[in-house]
Every structure is written in structure tokens, then in C-alpha cells.
């Protein structure tokens, strides 16, 4: 079983940034795709961005595409989300996700796509 442990976040006035982490342990099956999803208050979890398990590609929704970045360290088991010029609009609690096994081609958007969760991790973005 994998836990992930999320870090960061927090309060920041439109146009600053951000950075969350999402450190994992446990056993996985290899091969993990991260992903970070956002749920603001009223609304449906939404993804946000999507790295494959050997770093080498990243997918984004149009939404932050340009502001947010993704990365990972496999040597710290650490996925990391920059987040620059935010906006009053990405104002969630974010969850980062994991998948094992899943080639690097190959993009999950969805919730029900990912089977580990992070505990989630609010920011919010003053006007």
C-alpha cells in the first residue's frame, strides 16, 4: 500500500505563488503516474496535472497550462506542484494522486483513474 503525505499550500495574494509536495511510501507496483487534482467549495474534483512515473512527460489542463508545473524526484519519492500568477479562481483544497502501472503515454484525467490519494492541502488565492 502507498501513502502519500502532502506539504505546502496555504493563503497568497493574486499573482504570487506556490509550491505543494506529495512525499510517498510504501510498496507500489512501479511504473507510478502522479497527478495533482483541485475541488473548490460546491464543485466536482478537477484535474490540474499529470507526470509519468519516469518524469519525462507532463499533461496540464488548459486551465493552469503556462502557470503550473509539475516534477518529480524519484530519489525522494516526491512529486512537486509550482504554482505561478495564481488567480482568485484556483482557490481548492488539492489532492495529489499516484497510479502504478501505467506507461507513460498513457493520461489520466479523472479521479476514478488514480488509486492513492493524498490528504489534500487549501490554498487560497486573495483578489
Known amino acids: 500500500q502507498v501513502q502519500l503525505v502532502q506539504s505546502g499550500g496555504g493563503l497568497v495574494q493574486a499573482g504570487g505563488s506556490l509550491r505543494l509536495s506529495c512525499a510517498a511510501s510504501?510498496?507500489?507496483?512501479?511504473?507510478?503516474?502522479m497527478g495533482w487534482f483541485r475541488q473548490a467549495p460546491g464543485k466536482e474534483r478537477e484535474f490540474v496535472a499529470q507526470i509519468a512515473w519516469s518524469g519525462g512527460s507532463a499533461f496540464y489542463a488548459d486551465s493552469v497550462k503556462g502557470r503550473f508545473t509539475i516534477s518529480r524526484d524519484n530519489t525522494k519519492n516526491t512529486v512537486y506542484l509550482q504554482m505561478n500568477s495564481l488567480k482568485p479562481e484556483d482557490t481548492a483544497v488539492y489532492y495529489c494522486?499516484?497510479?502504478?502501472?501505467?506507461?507513460?503515454?498513457?493520461?489520466?484525467?479523472?479521479?476514478?483513474?488514480?488509486?492513492?490519494w493524498g490528504q489534500g492541502t487549501q490554498v487560497t488565492v486573495s483578489s
Open positions: 494522486a499516484g497510479r502504478s502501472q501505467n506507461p507513460d503515454i498513457v493520461v489520466l484525467t479523472t479521479p476514478q483513474e488514480y488509486e492513492y
Open positions: 510504501g510498496h507500489s507496483a512501479g511504473r507510478t503516474s
